[in-house]
């Protein structure tokens, strides 16, 4: 059976014992969190955009929701690719090829336009290596710091999904002005930069463990533990990125706000939800993920539950939105407190296969709401289902937790479980 092991040896600046920022590699943490950031703005820069598109191609409902959740899918799908690729060639590599691939992929929808519904998937798609970001940034970063700072540092370079506000603050904007289409033509402009500098900052670890054979990359998820792992992010970063895609379709259409309005609406509660992820990692760090993760499936919940209820004004509307963002931006800290002390070794697959469940309860949870209100009138059936998602979560946590304090304990002396 496999046992939880220590990450692999740690390089000097990273010794155990030392303060965070006496530790690790800063110019890489700051590296992996702008180049996370950057990738973030475009993976849901659709969410933003659906309702201009949406007006200019005549999408209904479900093709709304279809299109928000098709980058989440395959940003899902291919953060397994990206998991292994960085196994393979180390993060910083992978990185560059998965923003040049994105960066490409903008400009020709820029220069031949968007024209369909499936146009608007194979953009998506396209936008998923965005999404994948997820799965070289967290390892670039983490390898670099001993297990009693991997909290603080993969919530600081996982604090790059603030990328979403900039999405929600400015593509609405932008497109008011010069055409939704004209919005991915300069969303180039500052990838291409952030690229740059990603790639005179960034330093890959001198420990990154040697690449594993093919058939090694299954071996976590012969461990119950991965899927656990998998389920927790599945509600907490699924929460997150779903709601931040749908966030200005709901507005537009349950309260009337304009789009730039509704762009600015769900900064907001983007913002808090991103804000919180570093929180939520060095709170993990402190009472331990497990704890962390109660109070967050506990508190989510009860705020979808209320969302799905019909809140009758906008301002209790955002400010469950608010309460759900919070809860579950802590929760996407607090869980990738836990998987490196799990999976030490095989922090590069495991960031994969994590990130891939967290991408497919985005889908879930925008498709849902997406079909909900084109079937059912409303959004309602949506919030309620994923809300069940969230007590399941909470009941697995609690479950798992005697067990996993007892075991994991001998392999990470010191760290909270």
């Known amino acids: 059976m496999f046992q939880p092991t220590r990450s692999a040896p740690l390089p000097r600046q990273a010794s155990a014992g030392t303060g965070f920022w006496q530790s690790g590699h800063r110019p ?78 903008l400009f020709a929808a820029w220069l031949f336009g968007v024209h369909s519904f499936a146009a ?36 600081i370079a996982g604090m790059g ?19 939704w289409n004209a919005v991915l033509g300069l969303a180039c402009i500052p990838l291409t930069a952030v690229l740059l500098a990603y790639l005179a900052l960034a330093k890959d670890s001198p420990t990154r ?19 656990w792992l998998m389920l927790f992010y599945l509600v907490t970063f699924g929460g997150f990125s779903g709601l931040s895609s749908s966030l200005s379709i709901y507005i537009v259409g349950n309260f009337g706000l304009t789009p730039v309005q509704a762009g600015y609406a769900g900064a907001a509660c983007v913002f808090a939800g991103s804000l919180v992820r570093p929180m939520g990692g060095a709170l993990a760090d402190r009472i331990g993920g497990i704890r962390t993760l109660t109070m967050v499936y506990s508190v989510a919940a009860a705020a979808l539950v209320a969302l799905g209820t019909g809140p009758a004004s906008l301002p209790l509307a955002l400010g469950l939105f608010i309460v759900a963002m919070l809860a579950l931006g802590t929760g996407n800290g607090a869980v990738f407190q836990l998987v490196p002390q799990r999976f030490g070794k095989e922090i590069g697959v495991m960031t994969g296969l994590v990130g891939c469940a967290g991408g497919i309860g985005g889908f879930l949870l925008a498709a849902s709401l997406g079909f909900a209100r084109q079937w059912l009138g409303s959004e309602r059936a949506g919030f309620l289902v994923f809300a069940g998602l969230a007590l399941a979560a909470l009941a697995a946590a609690t479950s798992v937790k005697r067990n996993w304090r007892r075991t994991w304990a001998l392999a990470n002396e010191g760290v909270r479980i």
């Open 161 to 179: 999904n603030s990328g979403t506000v900039l999405a929600s603050l400015f593509a609405p904007m932008i497109a008011r002005a010069f055409g």
């Open 209 to 227: 463990p040697p690449p594993q054979t093919l058939a090694s990359y299954a071996e976590p998820l012969r461990e119950r533990d991965a899927w």
């Open 120 to 155: 608007t998937l194979l953009l998506g798609g396209l936008l998923g290596f965005a999404g994948a970001s997820f799965a070289v940034a967290l390892p670039l970063a983490s390898r670099w710091y001993p297990p009693e700072h991997q909290g603080k540092a993969m919530g």
């Open 28 to 105: 890489t943490l700051l590296a992996a969190f702008l180049y996370f950031d950057l990738a973030f703005m475009v993976w849901t820069i659709l969410g933003p955009l659906a309702p201009n598109i949406s007006a200019a191609l005549g999408l209904d409902a479900a093709e709304k929701g279809l299109m928000v959740a098709t980058p989440t899918l395959a940003g899902a799908l291919l953060r397994l690719l990206m998991g292994l690729l960085v196994d393979r060639v180390g993060p910083k590599t992978a990185g560059a090829l998965g923003q040049g691939i994105v960066i490409a992929g």
